[in-house]
């Protein structure tokens, strides 16, 4: 059986990311609404089909996320995706969270679903190749908001998931993402993901989760898409290497940055910059999924 802190540090093996695949049914017929296609089991096997037969793929990705139903899907041949992955070298990983629920009943800030069942879960997954899983906390800032409450439950909850993701030999991704929609400036949305990232590695600490098994996903910190502050890529890679310097330990192998809605291009950018300025131990890379995306689907645009 493979290590999990091997698995962790090929997956960000210098010059090579993940491509995050793992939308929702209903996530992904909102992008095959975008190019006039109707999602089906069949339609959604073509696309990521399709993603997966990239020329050499794997000088680029190390794994790729998916979505349960893409784990176990055939193609009009009977050859499954997954393997189609393993055999071009590139980890098949699982999102394992169940969505989000409001944490109360104004339904502003939620908590992730999913940790009871967790463990059962897990099992085929790893029983049929799966290397790490995916678990994503959603942190919106507004007023008055993100609460200590809401911080709490979600690294709690993080921190939980990734022990029991290691316990079944699955490296976890422990992905807080502060949202990026909203008029909060640089500065708010580096000071809330900095409080989020402290809270997160305490609660990661205190459940004696091996850090070198896992891989962050955080945010870039960048202004809201709302504010009237423009996106400025040298002071966005700035504050993140500051943020991620302030609260990540030295022990984590690999930080995957998620795009959030950020252009690929922009994406692609403060990733740019940010490893220009890396003088710290962890890779630095992307799991991202619009920003890998966003141009792929355009010009599959539904063909064969
Ligand atoms: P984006 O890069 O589109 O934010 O998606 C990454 C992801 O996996 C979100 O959970």
């Known amino acids: 059986m493979e290590n999990l802190e091997n698995i962790a540090e090929k997956i960000v093996e210098k010059g090579k990311g993940i491509l995050a695949a793992d939308e929702s049914t209903n996530t992904i ?20 089909e399709t993603l ?4 050499n793929i794997s000088n680029f990705i ?31 990983g699982i999102k394992i969270d169940q969505g989000l629920e409001p944490i109360n009943k104004d339904k502003i800030e939620t908590y992730t679903k999913g940790i009871e069942t967790l463990d059962e879960r897990l099992k085929p997954f790893a029983d049929n190749g799966a290397k790490f899983t995916k678990w994503r906390a959603v942190i919106n800032i507004g007023k008055k908001i993100p609460t200590n409450e809401c911080l709490e439950k979600n690294s709690s909850l993080l ?54 098994g896992i891989l962050l996903k955080p945010n870039m910190i960048v202004p809201g898409n709302k504010s009237n502050e423009k996106l400025d890529i040298a002071e966005s890679a700035k504050k993140t290497l500051l943020c991620l310097r302030d609260c990540v330990s030295e022990q984590v192998p690999g930080i995957v940055f998620l795009s959030g809605g950020l252009s690929s291009v922009n994406a692609t950018m403060i990733l740019n910059e940010i490893n220009k300025l890396n003088d710290y131990p962890w890779k630095l890379s992307f799991s991202y999924g619009r920003a890998l995306q966003e141009d792929a689907l355009k010009i599959w645009a539904g063909k064969k």
Not at 52 to 55: E, P, V
């Open 29 to 48: 017929k909102k992008r095959f609404d975008s190019i006039n296609t109707v999602s089906t089991e069949l339609s959604r096997c073509d696309y990521r």
């Open 52 to 55: 997966f037969s990239t020329t």
């Open 62 to 92: 190390s794994g790729v996320i998916l979505f349960e139903e893409t784990f176990f899907q055939k193609n009009k041949n009977n050859e499954s995706l997954k393997e189609k992955l393993e055999n071009v070298n590139c980890y098949p």
């Open 159 to 212: 921190a939980k998931y990734a022990l029991i993701s290691q316990k079944n030999n699955l490296v976890p991704i422990v992905e807080p993402e502060v949202i990026m929609d909203g008029n909060h400036s640089l500065e708010e949305c580096y000071k809330v993901t900095k409080k989020t990232l402290n809270m997160v590695f305490d609660s990661l600490k205190k459940q004696n989760v091996n850090l070198k």
